[in-house]
Every structure is written in structure tokens, then in C-alpha cells.
């Protein structure tokens, strides 16, 4: 991935950071919805405590786990998904409770239905966090068992009875049922969306990154080089060349070179700072874009990064070093301009003796 690069033009970390980012934000949203819900909750019970045998039960228990779920919420080594799925089924269990209360032990139904309603309003919110608590297929079993509990409490209830009241029962229960037929079909798309994202995203990697590094590769640094070049604003272009790379490979082979390549990738990275870019632009040769706009801090970096392989301790037990080429973007720069003076530079280099700066200008 292209994490040890800029952010510039890259995704992130293979949809690491936005699950991490997904996760946080769900985390205060819940957060936020049972801070802003236990005072409304407390308020409730303390105005019908005394004529609502339920309420007077219940409520007390749903604000004491109001207030864990809080606590639980902000203990972030307490996974989410536990959290979720707490909260799913024990809001569930009330309100499912609840619609049994105002069937069967309330009195006058009619006087209830407002409150049967309210419940199948707040089922329909319980389907939607079922889908974002849990997979698609568990998320559909559990809306359909709420289904059948509701429909069965309700064959219960009406069974045999001439009751005005059942019409608007029946439509309630095919509301709902159509809220989760529409919800799974909704979660339906949106798995085959983020599946048809994944596969993009890493036919992307594949066409962007080295796959041996992992770096960007000459393609991605083509494309950022004339970006950079595109906005007027001078930077650092440094062209690394692993000396004697050649050499290493044939009396070592391949494999040990492999591991140098990724190795010097390493060490150049970890040197570099986090806006700056570093790719491999081929075989062993390597090119940074840096922020430096001056010549004495360009070169001041290419040193650090010379010095830093030059006493880097590589696990295959070898000592390498490299040339670099250095130059400055003009204004009128193209990226074929800008290459051949970093060219001229590294050229000089290598032939100085290697492992060395040289500094290239118009």
C-alpha cells in the first residue's frame, strides 16, 4: 500500500483506516444518542411512574442500561460489535415486552394504540441497526424472528375476535415487514457496492505499487510528477541508485538482491518525512519528491539519506550504498526536463566514485 509514501493520490491503507474511521464515528454517535436518551428517559418515567405499572418497572432498568452502555461506549478496549448487538437485543426484548403489555394487560386498547404504533415505529429502527450491527444474513434472520413474535403475539390477541382494531394491526405488521424486505435489499446493494469497490481498489494497488517494495511504482510517479508539476511550486526530485547492485545479484543472486531492494526501500522511507514520496522508478533506482525548495536544504537531505544507508545494518549481512542525483523543479519544467538534469546528476555521481551527492541546475 502506499503508506509509506505521501497521501497524495493514494488510498488508505486497503480500507484499514476508513473501517477504523466508521467505527469511531459509530462509536459517538451511539455515544451521543444515550446521553441525549437517558435524560429523556428519566423525565418520562418521572411523569408516569404512578399510573403506568410498565413504565415504572421497566424504565429504571433501560436507564441504568442506558448509563453501562455509555460507560461500556467510551471503555473503547470493549469491542463495538459486543455493544451493538447488547443494545439491539435488549432494546428489542423491552419494546417486544411492551407491545405484550398494551395487547394484553393494558385495558382499553384504542385508548394504547398510539403507543402500539410508536412501537412499531421504534421496531423499524431496530431493523436498521440490526443491519449495521450485524452481517446481512444474521441482520435478516433476526428482523424475521421480530416478525414472527409480533405476528404471533398478535394471532393471540385477535384470534376469534371481531376486533375494528385488527385492520390497523395487519397494516402495521406489513409496514414493518416491508421495512425489512426494503432494508435487505438496501444491505443487498451495498455489500455488492462495497465488493465491487474492494475489487477496484486492488486492481488499483496492482497497477500503482511495486510489488516487490510495495512502493508506487514509475506509473504512480508519473502521475504525481506532473501533478507536482501542474501546480508552478518548486520541489526536490532525488533519483537513488543502488551501487554495484549488479554485482550483489550475481554473486549473491536474485533473492539477496530482492532483499536489498526492500531493505534500502525501508531505510530510504523511514528517512524521509511524511509529505514527501518516495517510489521505485526502476530496477534498482529509486526517486524521492521532496517539499525542500531551496538548493542547500535539497541537498542537505540527499546527504542525510546517503549517510543513513551508508550505515544501515541490512539482515542479509551485506553493506550497500548509493548515488544520488539531485535537482530543483523550474516553472517551465516538464517532466522530461526535470528527469534529465536528475539524470546528468546521478550520471556525475556514479562516475565520481559513487556513493555520493551530485547537484544538477538549468
Known sequence: MFSRSSSENSFPDDFQSLHEQWNRRRRLFY?????????????????????????????PVLILSGILWSLALLWKRIPLHWVEKIVLFSISALFLGKLI????????????WKEVEAVYWVMALIFILSYIAM???????FNLLVLAVTVGVGIFRFWGIAEPLLVEYIRLEARIATTSFLLFILARTKDEFIRT???????????????????PNRRWLTQTLEQRLSRKKRFTLILVDIDHFKQINDTFGHDTGDAVLREVSDCLHHQIRA??????WGGE???????????QSALQLAQRLRKALENFKLE????VTASFGVTLSQEDDTIFSLLKRADLALYRAKSNGRNCVEWETV
Open 275 to 280: 509529505g514527501d514520496v518516495i517510489g521505485r
Open 31 to 59: 455515544l451521543l444518542g444515550s446521553l441525549a436518551g437517558i435524560p429523556s428517559i428519566v423525565v418520562v418515567w418521572l411523569q408516569h411512574r404512578l399510573d403506568n405499572p410498565f413504565i415504572a418497572v421497566t424504565y
Open 101 to 112: 403489555y398494551l395487547l394484553f394487560f393494558f385495558g382499553d386498547l384504542e385508548t394504547a
Open 285 to 295: 533506482e529509486f526517486l524521492i519528491l521532496a517539499s525542500e525548495e531551496e538548493a
Open 316 to 319: 542479509v549481512n551485506l553493506s
Open 197 to 215: 469497490l474492494t475489487t477496484a481498489h486492488a486492481m488499483h494497488q496492482m497497477a500503482y505499487t511495486d510489488p516487490l517494495t510495495f512502493l
Open 135 to 141: 452481517e446481512r444474513k444474521w441482520a435478516l434472520l
